[in-house]
């Protein structure tokens, strides 16, 4: 039996085992690639999506268990207009190798959602499951201090 899925606010149909990881529906049935396998485990935070504003780690989550709307990094923003988050990151260059940062603007886009002004220790601990390979977390810091100062002044 199919199971419906919200993602992104578009409605998808899927007809597959309730045990598959949400990380490949996305990926390998509706084609929405930039959400990112790092470890299957949920130790990197690569594979980091929303469901209902909340973090989650897609790699760990069966499809039978995905129960609210799922937002992806293709559903954040556009390229013609960045959402703050998105801008804050190019404006501080945080991006090297990138692979990572789908993962690192979920996990950063629900903590401002939660909490619209985080302080240094606040961004440490939301991010703290959220690895970077080249190392990028000050510039990573500093477009979330970024962005919560652009969400407030709009």
């Known amino acids: 039996m199919p199971t419906t899925l919200t993602i992104n606010g578009k409605t998808h149909q899927v007809d597959l085992p309730d045990d598959v990881p949400l990380l490949w529906v996305l990926r390998d049935e509706l084609n929405l690639t930039g959400t990112k396998f790092g470890c299957g485990v949920a130790a990197c935070g690569a594979c980091t999506v929303q469901i209902d504003g909340e973090a989650v780690r897609s790699c760990q989550v069966a499809l039978s268990d995905v129960d609210g709307q799922v937002t992806t990094i293709e559903g954040v923003g556009t390229p013609q207009?960045?959402?703050?988050i998105q801008q804050a990151w190019v404006d501080h260059q945080v991006a090297q190798c990138g692979y990572c940062q789908s993962g690192q603007i979920m996990q950063a886009a629900s903590l401002l959602a939660s909490n619209p002004?985080?302080?240094?220790?606040?961004?440490?601990?939301?991010?703290q499951g959220n690895l970077c390979r080249c190392g990028t977390y000050?510039?990573?810091?500093?477009?979330?201090?970024s962005a919560a100062q652009m969400i407030q002044e709009a």
């Open 81 to 84: 207009a960045l959402a703050k």
């Open 138 to 145: 000050p510039r990573i810091r500093a477009a979330i201090h």
């Open 117 to 127: 002004s985080p302080s240094d220790a606040d961004i440490d601990e939301a991010m």
